[in-house]
């Protein structure tokens, strides 16, 4: 059971990332998907969700501006982040759910420079 994230990295206010989440060892499709950051001193908040049906949510600070998505084809959960803003630098992680089954990934840090 595997949930590697990558894309982040070092990016100016404004810009854009695309982070990537792959999974392996067992049923993606069958799992609804979240993206979730934590930020220096902060608690890790809930980013952006999708369910194993396709339906997205977004947390009010990155709505407009982030998008969720996943291709289940290539076991891959995807998040677009454009505009981005400081308050964006945190490390990112996939998580995967579904009943009491619960995984995640090792995180990405993303830092976003004024």
């Known amino acids: 059971v595997q949930l590697q994230a990558s894309g982040g990295g070092l990016v100016q206010v404004g810009g854009s990332l695309r982070l990537s989440c792959a999974a392996s060892?067992?049923?993606?499709?069958?799992?609804?998907m979240y993206w979730f950051r934590q930020a220096p001193g902060k608690q890790r908040e809930l980013v952006a969700g999708?369910?194993?049906?396709?339906?997205?949510y977004y947390a009010d600070s990155v709505k407009g501006r982030f998008t969720i998505s996943r291709d289940n084809a290539k076991t891959t959960l995807y998040l677009q982040m454009n505009s981005l803003e400081a308050e964006d630098t945190a490390v990112y992680y996939c998580?995967?759910?579904?009943?009491?089954?619960?995984?995640w990934g090792q995180g990405t840090l993303v830092t976003v420079s004024s």
């Open positions: 998580n995967a759910k579904m009943g009491s089954t619960n995984y």
């Open positions: 060892g067992w049923t993606f499709s069958m799992y609804n």
């Open positions: 999708i369910t194993r049906g396709g339906s997205t």
